[in-house]
């Protein structure tokens, strides 16, 4: 409001400035309107005696005629020859000396020119520096910007899936509501608190929904915001937004993504005049400087504590460190309730359902998944969004976009249908496998199909036989294809990448080989026996690690292929739906396991024609269980 209020104040000073200008060089003003004729013609019109009065001003005449119009003319020096006409011809006239500028007038016109290059140079230099946020005047001022209780609504009702993190903070609300609670029992509030945890997880919301809950004021700035190229200014700017918060106490400041500018010191090129330490080390010294009733709350947030300076992170700084991480299925439902507030829902949506169906998912992609499934009901013409459209909203996070017009042989689709059927035949009669929740040949992103599994639990921890379950599931889709198609596709690639990338982990990271024992080979950080230049095996010892990680995928790849050779009449059945309906859900899967016919598709799922083709396409891509 500011901003527009100066804006329109500039250009009104411009444009009286201008009005003033032509108001001075504009002649006809002061001839009020008057005719301009030749100087021939004024000395016929007086000898005519049509000329009732005349005034000569400078080198200006006007005359007056006799019908009472004016008339006008110059002459650059006084015409004696003139004066006998008027007299001659009975011309009352007046002689004047020219008007001179008013002091003001000339001032205006003296420093008119210098004052507009100023004012041009001023308006550039505030575009350059922030379009007038800023100026030369407010280069090293704060960036924050401040919520007070009536801006900021958000309150711990509004933040779901992480009930350890708000019990963490409570009491911070707390001691901002009342701070004689804990200082008569000598008790000191913590002075920062770090918030950790993976993107999406909460922790800017759970910020402001603490100084909703306290209604306090609230700062918030980005860690990038202090960071300039000239040294200096973000010290500046770390000073003048703890002067702002201490006048606005109790308050909270809220930094986020501090990482990118707490990093380690040391390791700049500019050492100890690097601009990031100096911002740095005015942060370290404004955290530890707080007086004991100051009020002032920081609160910081990462993802990458590892990366933060331990200066900052001592006892009298960042007290406590808060993780905030990916909600359990508990926490998810939450969410899930949370964001249905704000869309209608159908009876039959049921978020316990959906928080099962999405393992992983933080708050950020849970958000995601109402909006999609609110756009999914939207395109389709719905008033309720229901299950359905929640349905194919996680199929798309999960699977990425139908590819709907890819056209594909029919020699293609039938291999596709095989290679995935035997992922889900393997899978289900695995013991030890989560349960089958979909399958489909329709192409989404890479994938020409998909096996989806859907875990009945979050998974914490591995376990030995389920690792070996899942390698013999990944490689249920290419002896489908041997046995059934006759051929080899190269759709398994990812398929054996991964079941070689979990056997090797299991035989050198988890000690799950009973022949090698419990050493580890290998780690994230140093992958030695690969041949690399950190090698921290022999030989003969690397031989008989790969020798183990080929015993187990020969283990698995034969469980697999025993289940499949006895099962062929499922794995047909299961082919035959796919190539029907392109795809089948658990419902479906358990009948053909059953031995039954699968039920049809449910009411409200469109039934799709792939478009055909006899010429070539890409081969199938990696197909394997999500």
């Not at 006008?72 to 008007?99: A, H, K, W």
């Not at 249920?476 to 080899?488: D, L, P, S, T």
Request: glycine share 10%; net charge neutral; proline share 4%.
């Amino acid at each position: 409001m500011n901003n527009m209020f100066s804006k329109s104040a500039i250009w009104v000073v411009v444009a009286l400035l201008l009005f003033m200008l032509f108001k001075q060089f504009d002649s006809h003003s002061i001839s009020g309107g008057s005719k301009t004729i030749a100087y021939s013609d004024l000395l016929d019109e007086i000898k005519a005696k049509r000329i009732k009065d005349l005034v000569i001003e400078g080198n200006s005449i006007t005359a007056t005629k006799i019908d009472d119009t004016r008339v006008r003319t110059t002459s650059t020096y006084l015409d004696r020859g003139l004066i006998g006409d008027l007299r001659e011809n009975g011309v009352r006239f007046d002689v004047r000396p020219p008007e001179e500028p008013s002091f003001l007038q000339q001032v205006f016109v003296s420093w008119f020119p210098m004052l507009l290059l100023i004012g041009v140079w001023i308006f550039f230099m505030r575009q350059m520096q922030g379009g007038g946020k800023g100026g030369a005047f407010s280069f090293g001022k704060s960036k924050a910007r401040m919520l007070d209780e009536t801006n900021n609504t958000v309150t711990f009702g509004d933040v779901a899936g992480c009930d350890e993190a708000k019990e963490e903070v409570t009491e911070i609300v707390d001691f901002l509501k009342d701070p004689t609670k804990f200082q008569k029992l000598g008790g000191r509030i913590p002075r920062g608190v770090l918030m950790v945890g993976p993107p999406g997880t909460g922790k800017t919301l759970l910020a402001r929904a603490i100084a909703g809950e306290a209604k306090v004021p609230f700062f918030s700035i980005s860690g990038s915001d202090f960071v300039e190229m000239f040294v200096g200014v973000g010290a500046s700017r770390v000073r003048d937004m703890f002067e702002n918060a201490k006048k606005h106490s109790p308050c909270i400041i809220f930094i986020d993504e501090i990482d990118a500018v707490g990093r380690h010191r040391g390791a700049g090129m500019g050492g100890g005049n690097d601009e990031r330490e100096q911002t740095l080390n005015q942060l370290l010294v404004e955290m530890d400087g707080f007086e004991a009733s100051s009020g002032v709350i920081v609160i910081a947030a990462t993802n990458r504590a590892d990366v933060l300076d331990k200066a900052l992170l001592r006892p009298g700084r960042f007290d406590r460190q808060v993780s905030v991480g990916l909600p359990d299925i508990r926490g998810r439902e939450q969410i899930l309730n949370v964001h249905m507030r704000k869309v209608p829902i159908g009876t039959d949506v049921k978020a316990d359902i959906l928080a099962r169906g999405t393992p992983g998912f933080s708050g950020a992609d849970l958000a995601n998944l109402v909006n999609e499934a609110a756009l999914f009901a939207a395109r389709r013409g719905k008033r309720l969004v229901d299950m359905q459209d929640f349905e194919d909203a996680k199929d798309k996070i999960f699977m990425g976009p139908e590819r709907k017009s890819m056209v594909i042989r029919e020699e293609e689709r039938r291999n596709t249908a095989y290679h995935e059927s035997g992922h889900a035949v393997v899978a289900k009669l695995l013991p030890k496998a989560d349960p089958v929740h979909k399958v489909t040949i329709m192409p989404r992103g890479w994938a020409l199909g998909l096996t989806w599994q859907l875990p009945e639990h979050d998974k914490i921890s591995g376990y030995k036989d389920k690792m070996l379950e899942e390698i013999s599931i990944l490689f249920g889709g290419r002896i489908a294809e041997e046995i059934f198609v006759g051929q080899m596709s190269t759709g398994a690639s990812n398929d054996f990448s991964r079941a070689t990338k979990l056997a090797r982990s299991m035989v050198t990271r988890f000690g799950m080989s009973d022949s090698l024992g419990v050493m580890v080979y290998e780690d994230e950080q140093n992958e030695g026996f690969m041949g690399g230049s950190n090698k921290t095996i022999s030989e003969a010892t690397q031989q008989k690690v790969d020798s183990e990680i080929r015993l187990i995928l020969d283990t698995q790849y034969a469980l697999a292929r025993k289940l499949l050779e006895e099962n062929r009449d499922k794995v047909e059945m299961m082919t035959k739906a796919l190539l029907d309906w392109e795809t089948i859900d658990a419902d479906q899967i358990n009948d053909i396991m059953a031995g039954h016919e699968p039920r049809p598709p449910k009411a409200g799922v469109t039934l799709r024609k792939r478009p055909s083709d006899d010429g070539p396409t890409a081969s199938p891509n990696a197909t394997a269980p999500a």
